[in-house]
Nanobody, 116 residues
Framework: QVQLVESGGGLVQPGGSLRLSCAAS?????????MGWYRQAPGKQRELVAR???????NYMDSVKGRFTISRDSTENTVYLQMNNLKPEDTAVYYC?????????WGQGTQVTVSS
């Protein structure tokens, strides 16, 4: 069983920054294949924002490249998403995802709102 606890969302002005955190409670950290962040805006499908594998490989959606950075602290089973130069179109509920023994697990979601 995997539990994911997210934090760090909120309201920020355009051009501002936020950092999301996701702490994973798992039985065996070596079975985490990858962790990442997805987002879902109203009326839209959930989409992958960024992901980091157990080997450290990262990938990003095109619209956040150069602005967002995903990182992890393996000792604490925590993954971070540093979001800089935020834009109104980044507004969404952000969900933490863990691929554990090749099954998907989800956090409860955290709201990010970018507005002046």
């Amino acid at each position: 069983q995997v539990q994911l606890v997210e934090s760090g969302g909120g309201l920020v002005q355009p051009g501002g920054s936020l950092r999301l955190s996701c702490a994973a409670s798992v039985r065996n950290i070596f079975n985490i294949n990858a962790m990442g962040w997805y987002r879902q805006a109203p009326g839209k499908q959930r989409e992958l924002v960024a992901r980091i594998t157990s080997g450290g490989t990262t990938n990003y959606m095109d619209s956040v490249k150069g602005r967002f950075t995903i990182s992890r602290d393996s000792t604490e089973n925590t993954v971070y998403l540093q979001m800089n130069n935020l834009k109104p179109e980044d507004t969404a509920v952000y969900y933490c995802n863990a691929l554990y023994v090749y099954r998907d697990y989800w956090g409860q979601g955290t709201q990010v709102t970018v507005s002046s």
